[in-house]
């Protein structure tokens, strides 16, 4: 994650702030702070203050990760030289509104589905170099962030069943070359594969892309065949805010919302420097 901010500051700032170089007084210390224009969940305070701190900027703040936020709360303070500071802004603001806009629509639809025994998890739909961020947030928010990488688990998906004959075949193979210790989840797309695969053992069987009908015969049927608890059952694919109790009422472990990360909406904040 550190690595990822150097680039992004590095990106921001090109061969130097000539604006800040061409107005601001060099060694000149101001103080400003962060306000919230917006209202959700404050994720990302800490990698803030981490940033500001390393730079030498000194950084006071009273509300931690989870907090429920308003318009014109402060977030944050700081004291440090002007032009640090401006160096700074873009990156600390984008930073902290996106985290913060992806742990807002965790909060949402965890606290939809609040009464039911279901995982609200993320995907790894994210935009590129950033979703550790992510998958941070999503845990500020209250939901799962599902894999951090492609090392985390095996996730049999369709691309990986077209090499093979039939999502029974992928999973018997993954079963085969993999360690004990890896869970192995599989994708299917009908009532037949989905059986096939509690039967053979998949530790969790993703239904992807299922109405809510589809989905509760496939758990019926399961459960007649005295095999629902082998397998942890994951619904994925078009979940909104307004069918999330659909599929969460019918009984399923987990529901995989990719918007929480690909579509959600930053929140507002504004970086603004006291006058002289």
Not at 20 to 44: F, P, Q, R, T, Y
Not at 109 to 128: L, M, Q, W
């Amino acid at each position: 994650m550190d690595k990822i901010i150097e680039y992004m500051l590095a990106e921001d700032e090109g061969f130097g702030d000539i604006t800040s170089n061409a107005v601001v007084e060099e060694g000149k210390i101001v103080n400003a702070h962060i306000k919230s224009k917006d209202e959700g969940i404050l994720a990302g305070i800490d990698v803030i203050r981490e940033l500001f701190e390393e730079y030498g900027v000194n950084v006071t703040f009273w509300l931690k990760d989870g907090t429920e936020i308003s318009n014109n709360d402060v977030l944050i303070s700081l004291k440090g030289d002007a032009r640090t500071i401006l160096l700074l802004e873009r990156t600390a603001l984008n930073l902290l509104m996106r985290m913060s806009g992806v742990a807002t629509a965790a909060n949402h639809y965890v606290g939809i589905v609040k009464d039911f025994e279901v995982i609200v998890a993320g995907t790894r739909k994210t935009s590129p170099a950033i979703g550790k961020f992510d998958k941070y947030a999503l845990k500020v928010g209250g939901a799962d962030p599902h894999r951090f990488g492609l090392d985390d688990m095996v996730l049999i998906k369709d691309n990986h069943i077209a090499t093979c004959k039939s999502p029974l075949e992928a999973l018997l193979k993954a079963k085969e070359n993999t360690s004990f210790s890896n869970k192995i989840e599989i994708e299917v797309e009908t009532l037949e594969d989905a059986i096939d695969c509690v039967k053979n053992g998949a530790d969790i069987v993703m239904l992807d892309n299922m109405n809510p009908n589809e989905v509760k015969e496939v758990l019926d049927e399961l459960e007649e065949l005295d095999v629902r608890q082998n397998s942890l059952i994951e619904v994925s694919g078009g979940i909104t805010d307004e069918t999330i109790l659909d599929y969460a009422s019918l009984g399923v472990d987990i529901i995989s919302i990719g918007a929480l990360t690909h579509s959600s909406r930053s929140l507002n904040f504004s970086l603004k420097i006291e006058e002289s």
